[in-house]
């Protein structure tokens, strides 16, 4: 049958040309990016609200990050770890909850916070575009 790759993370460097922090820069340049545009064309209401997208895209990589780093530590340690999907969960809840509070308090346009936080999205298909160009260059 073959060997099969561990499902659990390991130690080994991540393959060439993958680097979190260079994602995290293309996002922060496509916030940058998107808030210069809607100040320019849509107001400073849609920029701010762009920018604050960005900040929740942020804060979501991160929360991402420890709640996925919790669940392997209790699946690799055994235990216990009914709560522990919920965490994963509540994220999406109270991102939710921030972009309905955006929405009715018209602070900001919410599909300027949606764009903010859709960076992460774009900044990965933009990073996968410059390695298959850069590969074949």
Not at 38 to 63: E, K, P, S
Request: hydrophobic share 55%.
């Amino acid at each position: 049958m073959g060997e099969e790759s561990p499902a659990l993370p390991s130690d080994e460097p991540l393959p060439a040309g993958i680097s979190h922090s260079r994602l995290l820069i293309e996002m922060a340049v496509l916030v940058a990016i998107g808030a210069v545009i809607g100040f320019i064309f849509a107001g400073a209401r849609f920029g701010f609200g762009v920018l604050f997208g960005g900040a929740l895209a942020f804060l979501n990589y991160y929360w991402l990050k420890r709640s996925t780093a919790a669940i392997f530590e209790k699946a690799i340690s055994g235990g216990s770890g009914r709560f522990v999907p919920l965490k994963f969960i509540s994220r999406y809840v109270a991102l939710g909850a921030v972009i309905l509070a955006v929405h009715f308090s018209g602070a900001m346009p919410a599909t300027a916070v949606i764009a903010g936080l859709s960076s992460f999205a774009i900044a990965v298909v933009v990073d996968g575009f410059i390695s298959i160009f850069r590969r074949n260059i």
